[in-house]
């Protein structure tokens, strides 16, 4: 008797907890004003056309309407981009409520940062590791000890240099590393090899460093 009470009791908790949670999970895509729960449209409520309140966590990909993928259409990033900031951007609530305003400049925010990541192929290949569960982390165990080395030798090779003959021959070679590299990246992601893809990241962030400070030495040496 006891133990079926219990039991009662343990389903009508767990009952009233999947009603819970389905209440909070449907309030929070409810519109701020008129609580119409139809998100069809991501930015604007189709019931009554205010702007939307920002998801804590939205998809750069589905909110720039791109496909999810490494190998990306730039022209249609940039196109979708200056589209949904000429809807959204915040001088076009300039006449609207604080709240709108507030709304507008978070909307403005997120999708300038959805764009400056899926825009360069190192933050974008970090973020759909991301969405993967794969992260990056900052000591770089994961790559081979002659690889480092290389760098080593690669950024001593700069320092030593002393003219300019001599940075634009290592800028040369760098730039053909990273071609080689960025080729490979899209290889990896292509071929779902999400370790592969890290390890390019990795590499690419390396050599980057070492083609920027080739540059500032190289304008050092010009302004001379």
């Avoid at 999947?18 to 409520?45: E, M, P, V, Y």
């Avoid at 990273?178 to 292509?190: A, G, P, R, S």
Wanted: glycine share 2%; with cysteine; charged share 30%.
């Amino acid at each position: 008797m006891l133990r079926t009470h219990l039991k009662r009791g343990t389903e009508k908790w767990l009952h009233l907890t999947n009603l819970r949670c389905r209440s909070q999970s449907a309030a929070g895509k409810q519109c701020w004003k008129c609580s119409s729960s139809d998100i069809n449209n991501t930015f604007f409520c189709a019931s009554c056309g205010v702007l939307r309140e920002s998801a804590e966590k939205e998809d750069y990909f589905e909110l720039l309407k791109l496909k999810k993928d490494f190998n990306i259409d730039t022209l249609k990033l940039v196109q979708n981009y200056r589209h949904i900031q000429s809807m959204i951007h915040p001088d076009k609530f300039a006449q609207k409520s604080e709240h709108e305003k507030a709304i507008a400049l978070e909307w403005s925010s997120l999708v300038n940062k959805a764009y400056k990541t899926l825009s360069k192929s190192i933050e974008r290949g970090k973020y759909l590791l991301t969405l993967n569960g794969v992260t990056i982390s900052e000591d770089n165990t994961s790559l081979d000890k002659e690889f480092l080395l290389a760098m080593m030798d690669l950024n001593e090779s700069v320092e030593d240099a002393e003219t300019a003959d001599e940075l634009k021959n290592i800028a040369s070679n760098v730039s053909v590393n990273i071609e080689h590299l960025n080729l490979k990246l899209v290889q990896h992601f292509k071929a779902n090899d999400l370790d592969g893809a890290k390890e390019a990241i990795i590499r690419l962030k390396y050599m980057n460093n070492i083609e920027r400070t080739v540059k500032e030495k190289l304008l050092h040496l010009n302004l001379k």
